[in-house]
């Protein structure tokens, strides 16, 4: 959670307290998704995790999936209003056959961010999990990449057959659905300057390595897909 002062505000770990009555710009986003687990009999590729949802209210800026900034914040003079930074889904081990885990929801006061979907495991869940943006699915052709949350993220992209993984999506762009034997990238982020300096944030993860290919890229802060023999970062 970043918030610039137009207002001047008092940020603790859980809460703001607003000391001057005015209007306040924020960013909020939620924590990513985890990635799936590969393998199996041809090593197929796991989905990448998707981003956390993106929601921003600065102007001239961009909210995830697409939309435009929100309305500024209006806060009350010496009101404390509930700050939550959502952590990202914890990670998974080999053998495991449940999807990727969800990350978990940012809050700031009424806004709510959607914790990203996870990654599509094979031999399991291996859609992948909706979220504030989508996670990928496993390197199989009927398995669909999760969907995101309007206005704060894309869908994840799906899977294909000859192993190729699906990536996360990102706030600013869906996962790259794999194709033979290639596993996707994973979506886009968006930038801001809220902090003073442009930086791409909410990146989806990239989709995981298959026993032909490595993993795939990501950007924007999203995690790159593991290699074999390898967990994802």
């Known amino acids: 959670l970043t918030l610039t002062q137009l207002a001047q505000l008092t940020v603790t770990a859980n809460d703001a307290t607003a000391v001057s009555g005015a209007e306040v710009e924020y960013l909020v986003i939620a924590g990513g998704g985890g990635g799936g687990v590969g393998g199996?009999?041809?090593?197929?590729?796991?989905?990448?995790?998707?981003a956390g949802g993106y929601r921003s209210s600065v102007s001239g800026e961009s909210s995830g999936g697409g939309a435009s900034a929100e309305s500024v914040f209006e806060a009350d003079l010496s009101t404390s209003y509930?700050?939550?930074?959502?952590?990202?889904?914890?990670?998974?081990s080999a053998g495991d056959t449940t999807r990727g885990n969800a990350g978990?929801?940012?809050v700031f006061s009424t806004i709510t961010s959607t914790g990203g979907g996870g990654g599509g495991t094979r031999s399991g869940t291996e859609a992948g999990?909706?979220?504030?943006?989508?996670?990928?699915?496993?390197?199989?052709?009927?398995?669909?990449?999760?969907?995101?949350?309007?206005?704060?993220?894309f869908d994840g992209g799906d899977g294909a057959d000859d192993w190729g993984a699906g990536g996360g999506g990102g706030?600013?762009?869906?996962?790259?659905?794999?194709?033979?034997r290639i596993n996707g990238d994973g979506g886009s982020g968006v930038s801001s300057s809220i902090t003073g300096v442009s930086v791409g944030r909410a990146g989806g993860g990239g989709g995981g390595a298959n026993q032909d290919n490595g993993g795939a890229t990501a950007t924007?802060?999203?995690?790159?897909?593991?290699?074999?023999?390898?967990n994802a970062p």
Request: hydrophobic share 25%; net charge negative.
């Open 40 to 50: 199996g009999t041809s090593a197929l590729g796991a989905g990448g995790g998707g």
């Open 171 to 180: 706030a600013g762009s869906a996962g790259q659905s794999g194709s033979a």
């Open 220 to 230: 924007d802060g999203g995690g790159d897909g593991a290699d074999l023999g390898s």
């Open 82 to 92: 509930t700050v939550t930074v959502g952590a990202g889904g914890a990670s998974l």
């Open 129 to 153: 999990g909706s979220g504030g943006s989508g996670g990928g699915a496993t390197g199989v052709l009927s398995d669909l990449g999760g969907s995101g949350t309007s206005n704060q993220g």
């Open 104 to 106: 978990n929801d940012s």
